[in-house]
């Protein structure tokens, strides 16, 4: 069973840059696409991007594309996400998860999840 590990949230300034990692354990995710989602207060969790196994395909929620970059490293059994540009509305708990099936920008597509990290972006 992998485990995964969320890091590099915190509180940032409208405008400003955060980097998420996601530090998989246990077992490699090599293999696998790798997705972000995130979640805010009463609100419902939603997808935010998505990597294949190879690092060669990407898709991004359109409220983030352009400002946001999700890329793997396989060696290290890692996957970031570069977000740029923040806005208040991107305030959440960002999680990452190992997709096994299904259609990746719905929650059910993952059965591991790490424990999420939280962002803050301030107006």
């Known amino acids: 069973q992998v485990q995964l590990v969320e890091s590099g949230g915190g509180l940032v300034q409208a405008g400003g840059s955060l980097r998420l990692s996601c530090a998989a354990s246990g077992r490699t995710v090599f293999g696998f696409g790798m997705v972000w989602f995130r979640q805010a207060p009463g609100k419902e969790r939603e997808f935010v991007a998505r990597i294949s196994w190879s690092g060669g395909n990407t898709a991004y929620a359109d409220s983030v594309k352009g400002r946001f970059t999700i890329s793997r490293d396989n060696a290290k059994n890692t996957v970031s996400l570069q977000m740029n540009s923040l806005k208040p509305d991107d305030t959440a708990v960002y999680y990452c998860?190992?997709?096994?099936?299904?259609?990746?920008?719905?929650?059910?597509?993952?059965?591991?999840w790490g424990q999420g990290t939280q962002v803050t972006v301030s107006s």
């Open positions: 998860a190992e997709q096994r099936g299904g259609s990746y920008y719905d929650p059910s597509c993952c059965p591991y």
